[in-house]
């Protein structure tokens, strides 16, 4: 199950409460509860923000009622809630009550929390998504974004069903963007914004914020999800409205309303990571004639530093979703971060393309998708055991507008859920497993096998059989060139 970590900050009279949670993947989390109440007889449901855990209003019994969700809340003071600030003096954009922003702790993220408070005079609620990002951008937030001005910060586990709901789906569908891009991005945004959709209605907030640029793909990407799931949330695009034009203005900005700075002006790429892929981009990067440096990688290594002997793995397949690695099934998330390892470290998975980007520009960006890579060669390739020629051409067809209409943020379109239910239908039969051969750089099969093959070897084998005589080629050859055949007499005169 997901988790939900809620970090919230709270006037004095507060009652803190702990326990300890174990998660599904059998690591430890400190829970802390805090809420402000009139009096202690009024601690129980009220004691958290949301349905996922309640406390009993025994004082002397602080076990939680735990059911979907863990929730971790910690204290601040009376100034770190109030709206106010030194320049709220100045005229309201609109009067919001309560916005959950999409929060990363980076430097845009981190001065959108006191502008929305300057410019709206709301309450923000940090909102931050677990897609396997790493921990070393999760480390620090609840601090970051005290220091900012939040009155509370959700952290949720997304990972078992980013993986699930959104990469697995695409990879079953064959959905390639322009050739190249296997859409780590664009599978991520709608299900953090799912998640933000569900956390406003659980704080009773009506707004929504995002930190995207008005260049980019992201703000469709998140504010289609909005509309399709809750179209009256209010959102609000700082990137559209504010003066500030660079980072460098950002980084003022921080400084004057007292918000730690967690970069410097020199920057060097704008990444994503998540559980699929790591993008690069800016730099050196935005000449397209200009080859990455090889520093700039971090999900895998030089090809050329790989190991010198080959690895060989086998993924098991079942209607068109990988399930296991070498015979061990392992859930969503955890197969594709072992393969991710895997891949990385043969050096596989690297691509650098120019992309049309939603808005009309191009864009150039590298990108690193190691276990992505590795599973899109295994399906693609059982598919051609378990399909027939004109499914594959249907399917590769319907797999353009797939990928389109992902990387446009159209998640949630009825068209993308349709064709999503044509591609489960028609792979039910894409079962069995896939050997590979990964070597530096490279992905390569070296064998395949399914249960329901459509290939028989006493039909395809070069030796005479009783399935197939040669002599009817003739016929078919006849029957199959007869319009070629016909032009060719009308252009000649026959």
């Known amino acids: ?49 949301f349905h996922g855990l309640s406390v009993s209003q025994n004082l002397a019994k602080f076990g939680p009622v735990r059911e979907n969700h863990a929730i971790k809340a910690v204290l601040a003071s009376d100034k770190d809630v109030s709206t106010s600030s030194g320049a709220d003096t100045k005229a309201l954009r609109k009067k919001l009550n309560k916005v959950v922003l999409a929060y990363s702790g980076g430097l845009d993220t981190s001065v959108i929390v006191p502008w929305l408070r300057e410019n709206y005079g709301c309450e923000v609620v940090c909102f931050t998504a677990d897609v396997g990002q790493g921990l070393q951008e999760l480390e620090g937030l609840e601090q970051k974004a005290r220091a900012s001005g939040a009155c509370q910060l959700i952290v949720k586990d997304l990972k078992e069903e980013f993986v699930k709901d959104f990469i697995f789906p695409c990879l079953r569908a064959g959905a390639i963007y322009e050739r190249k891009y296997l859409l780590g991005t664009s599978m991520a945004r709608p299900v953090i914004a799912k998640a933000m959709v569900d956390a406003a209605k659980e704080v009773g907030a009506d707004a929504v914020s995002h930190g995207c640029t008005g260049k980019g793909n992201d703000q469709v990407r998140f504010e289609l999800t909005f509309f399709a799931l809750n179209p009256e949330l209010n959102v609000v695009a700082p990137w559209r409205e504010w003066e500030i034009t660079g980072r460098e203005d950002a980084i003022e900005y921080a400084k004057k309303h007292n918000v730690p700075v967690p970069v410097t002006k020199k920057s060097i790429y704008s990444r994503d990571r998540n559980l699929w892929h790591l ?28 190991p010198d002997t080959p690895e060989y793995l086998k993924i ?179």
């Open 1 to 49: 199950m997901a988790q939900i970590h809620a970090v919230s900050t709270c006037s004095s009279s507060n009652l803190l409460f702990s326990c300890l949670k174990r998660d599904s993947c059998r690591t430890y989390e400190k829970v802390h509860c805090s809420r402000r109440m009139a009096s202690q007889e009024q601690v129980g449901v009220k004691a958290s923000e």
């Open 279 to 306: 993008s690069h981009e800016g730099d050196i990067l935005e000449d397209p004639a200009n080859e990455p440096k090889e520093d700039m990688y971090m999900m895998s290594v030089d090809p050329t530093n790989a």
């Open 316 to 494: 098991g397949i079942v209607e068109g979703l990988p399930v296991s690695v070498n015979g061990k099934e392992l859930s969503p998330a955890s197969l594709l971060a072992e393969l991710n390892d895997l891949g990385g470290k043969h050096g596989v998975g690297r691509i650098d393309m120019v992309e049309n980007r939603l808005v009309g520009m191009k864009s150039r960006g590298v990108y690193e998708t190691p276990g992505g890579t590795i599973l899109f060669s295994a399906v693609r390739e059982l598919e051609s055991l378990t399909l027939d020629r004109e499914t594959i051409q249907i399917k590769d067809s319907l797999a353009l507008k797939y990928a389109e209409l992902v990387y446009a943020g159209r998640w949630f379109d009825p068209l993308r859920e349709s064709m999503d239910a044509f591609m489960k239908e028609i792979t039910k039969s894409t079962s069995g497993s896939v050997t590979l051969k990964l070597y530096k750089g490279s992905v390569s099969v070296v064998g395949r096998e399914s249960p329901n093959s459509l290939y028989r070897q006493d039909i395809s084998s070069f030796e005479s059989g009783d399935i197939y005589n040669q002599a009817d080629a003739a016929g078919f050859i006849r029957l199959y060139g007869l319009p070629m055949r016909v032009r060719a007499m009308l252009e000649k005169g026959l």
